[in-house]
């Protein structure tokens, strides 16, 4: 075959190369860390799939890794939904990363069948624009029902899990988060295609890689939900 010929099948949109990040189906929402981005496929938080995020110990920096995103989707009227965060999150600290807080909403559910029920509707609904979730469960039954769920909805699904956790097979994308001196330094584990990178140090406190948002402060949108009914 002619080298012009295959250039014409290697550029062709439906041909991956091994060594290339696999296509999206969904535009991925940027992770506002250049550095990040570069690394995922479709240049972000995969849309419609499981993200996996796995922290030495809580509170690392794992929110803040995703505050440039969530800022960008509640900017754009999408709903970003917090399930069972381990503190209750501090509304003008939201505000400083550019959330718009009236598109926030927090769910703390007090059994695990709930916590999942709740997180699969958020996903199924095509105002939801993300939802993260702190679990250690690995019941591959209602992971996968997360994931046809994200599948539906396009949004982001983000589980925020201990390192010690068992790995999510279904997770299209896992990271591990860890600290070293005064960067995160950011794992990735698994992702579509292209094998597994170096590791990338951030300074989630420094400038972040998009313009920032304006610093709005409505009153935070909290819903503690009782028993749901399935």
């Known amino acids: 075959m002619a080298a012009s010929s295959l ?3 290697f550029n062709h949109p439906a041909i991956w190369r091994g060594s290339d990040c696999a296509r999206v189906a969904l535009p991925s929402v940027p992770t506002g860390y250049a550095e990040l981005d570069t690394l995922l496929p479709g240049s972000g938080w995969p849309a419609g ?3 996996e995020i ?3 110990r809580s509170g690392i920096g794992e929110l803040q890794l995703v505050m440039p995103a969530a800022a960008r989707l509640s900017h754009a009227g999408h709903w970003v939904i917090m399930i069972t965060p381990p503190h209750i999150p501090y509304a003008p600290a939201l505000a400083a990363h550019g959330i718009q807080l009236s598109r926030l909403m927090l769910v703390r559910p007090e059994a695990d069948e709930e916590k999942f029920w709740a997180c699969e509707q958020a996903l199924r609904s095509a105002c939801c624009g ?3 979730m702190w679990t250690d469960h690995s019941r591959e039954r209602s992971i996968r029902r997360l994931q046809l769920a994200a599948e539906r909805g396009g949004a982001l699904a983000i589980l925020f899990r201990s390192s010690r956790a068992i790995p999510l097979v279904t997770a299209a994308l896992r990271l591990h ?3 070293s001196d005064n960067s995160t330094i950011v794992r990735i584990l698994k992702r579509r295609g292209g094998g597994i990178p170096a590791p990338v140090a951030l300074d989630l406190h420094g400038k972040l890689a998009e313009d920032d948002f304006p610093m709005r402060c409505p009153a935070l949108a ?3 939900s009782s028993a749901a009914t399935h």
């Open 7 to 9: 250039d014409t099948v």
């Open 177 to 179: 988060i860890g600290k």
């Open 49 to 51: 799939a499981l993200t």
């Open 54 to 56: 796995c922290g030495e």
């Open 222 to 224: 909290c819903v503690f």
């Open 130 to 132: 993300a939802v993260l």
